[in-house]
């Protein structure tokens, strides 16, 4: 069992920035992957960015602002987010999978323009 705690979402301006955090309630393989989906409403859960044993993966619509990092260390997913759109507002879910899937309990961003 894999608990996520999010943490790191708000509101801030158009070409603002935020970073999300996600701390696993155990420790992690390096080869597990680690990442973000976000719902806005009445939309679908769509993949953010993921990164496992160092390899990345981003949506289209975030390449160049956004970036995902791990600290395997500290069980720990990150999510920069840069030159924030209107569009980016959504709730922000963590996401692992280490032979199951486990979600955090996700965290609002809100982009005002």
């Known amino acids: 069992q894999v608990q996520l705690v999010e943490s790191g979402g708000g509101l801030v301006q158009a070409g603002g920035s935020l970073k999300l955090t996600c701390v696993a309630s155990?420790?992690?393989?390096?080869?597990?992957?680690m990442g973000w989906y976000r719902q806005a409403p009445g939309k679908q859960r769509e993949l953010v960015a993921a990164i496992t044993s160092g390899s990345t993966n981003y949506a289209d619509s975030v390449k160049g602002r956004f970036t995902i990092s791990r600290d395997n260390a500290k069980n720990t997913v990150y999510l920069q987010m840069n030159s924030l759109k209107p569009e980016d507002t959504a709730v922000y879910y963590c996401?692992?999978?280490?032979?199951?899937?486990?979600w955090g309990q996700g965290t609002q961003v809100t982009v005002s323009s």
């Open positions: 155990r420790s992690l393989f390096s080869s597990n992957l």
């Open positions: 996401l692992v999978n280490s032979g199951r899937l486990y």
